[in-house]
């Protein structure tokens, strides 16, 4: 008769490791045991982290309480069951509003031997290599943009002082209702020399002057900005870290990034009574990349949202949203994003967006100041 294996009080379980639960802890992927009858029994840390929940709410649910109906993973883990041997499934998309959208994983399923039944589940996100195709596309978007900025500077702006001078000299003799006209000349000839200055500041490639930043006095001044200006009246939450190291970056342009996705959240609320626009930082410790804008691997371990219940992202937009030129509003330039992208990416940092009705979020992963070492100096010799 096989003894079964001891159980921690926080139920994780010693069969999934040799040591306790202290070495399935350690690993960086999610791993889960799910019993015969479908219920999580045992999970570790990185697991109750991608699921959302403590190990104490996991254990009360099913699997399929935190997927959606229908998802692969029900399928792998019987067939699982069925063959009595592993099953490996690449990119299956688990995500759901539980665990939130886009969640596309590896998925390594295999039996417990003294377990019939019994399923071991680890999963290997694909998220963040996503994250850094994303960020390449829209660097290399930004550098498009660069070009044709260069380009519109000189090839565009000279011509358009001139119609705006000819324009100003017609209005002098023309009459009333001409006039009209020649105040819309110099009205779309000024709109449009401000969105080549926009665009000019893709082409800015000197070094950014970067510092010791605390995020949240950078945020907090956001804030009073929205309040004051296009966010006035709507409600704004604040959910912070206040232990959070300093961030390395350059306040001017964090203020830029933020309130441009401050300004888009109080857009897409609208006038909704229940419109809530909700800013967070967390400290997420994580694995060290190697992301464009930098020569070395970094440590992204610094996480700022900002998240609205507004309608959400179409999804055909979804995979196009921080590219230039793209925006769903009707006046709108769609450079916004692609320049806080082209920011945070020249910062060696990462973001990205997950979307369904009532939830949009804007997650930016940036590394945090490291005291540079002070060099030890012998004064014995």
């Not at 069951?81 to 295999?110: C, F, L, M, Q, T």
């Not at 779309?188 to 082409?203: A, C, G, P, Q, Y």
């Not at 709507?234 to 190291?245: A, N, Q």
């Not at 419109?275 to 691997?297: M, N, Q, Y």
């Amino acid at each position: 008769m096989t003894t079964p294996a001891p159980r921690s009080q926080d139920g994780r379980t010693a069969a999934l490791t040799t040591d306790g639960p202290t070495i399935l802890d350690a690993l960086p992927h999610p791993v889960l045991l799910v019993a015969p009858d479908g219920v999580i029994e045992a999970a570790n840390m990185a697991a109750e982290i991608f699921l959302r929940s403590s190990v104490s709410v996991l254990r009360r649910h099913p699997i399929d309480y935190f997927v959606p109906f229908g998802s692969p993973l029900l399928t792998l883990i019987e067939q699982v069951r069925e063959r009595g041997a592993p099953v490996n499934e690449y990119k299956v998309d688990i995500g759901s509003p539980r665990i939130g959208s886009d969640r596309v994983v590896d998925i390594h399923a295999a039996p417990v031997s003294d377990r019939p039944g019994a399923v071991v589940l680890m999963f290997q996100e694909r998220t963040m290599a996503e994250k850094i195709d994303r960020q390449l596309t829209s660097r290399g978007a930004a550098r498009t943009v660069t070009g044709l900025a260069a380009m519109l500077a000189h090839e565009i702006k000279n011509p358009l002082s001139g119609i705006r001078g000819a324009a100003q000299l017609l209005e002098q003799s023309a009459s009333e209702d001409d006039r009209a006209l020649t105040r819309l000349i110099m009205d779309e000839t000024d709109r449009i020399v401000k969105l080549v200055d926009r665009m000019e500041i893709f082409s800015d490639e000197r070094p950014i002057e970067r510092e010791p930043v605390n995020i949240h006095v950078v945020l907090d001044h956001v804030k009073r900005l929205a309040d004051s200006g296009f966010a006035r009246g709507k409600r704004i939450v604040e959910d912070y870290d206040p232990s959070l190291p300093f961030v390395y970056a350059n306040r001017d342009q964090l203020v830029q990034v933020f309130l441009n996705l401050v300004k888009n959240a109080s857009e897409a609320i609208g006038n909704d009574p229940d419109g809530e626009i909700r800013i967070t930082t967390a400290f997420r410790p994580g694995v060290r990349l190697s992301v464009p804008g930098t020569s070395d691997k970094v440590s992204l371990p610094l996480e700022f949202c900002v998240k609205d219940n507004g309608p959400g992202v179409p999804d055909d937009l979804m995979p196009h949203i921080f590219e230039p030129f793209i925006t769903t509003k009707t006046n709108g330039s769609g450079l916004g994003l692609a320049l806080v992208a082209k920011m945070i990416s020249d910062h060696g940092g990462v973001i990205e967006c997950e979307s369904v009705p009532r939830r949009t979020v804007f997650r930016i992963l940036m590394p945090a100041f490291i005291e540079p070492e002070t060099p030890f100096i012998d004064r014995t010799a």
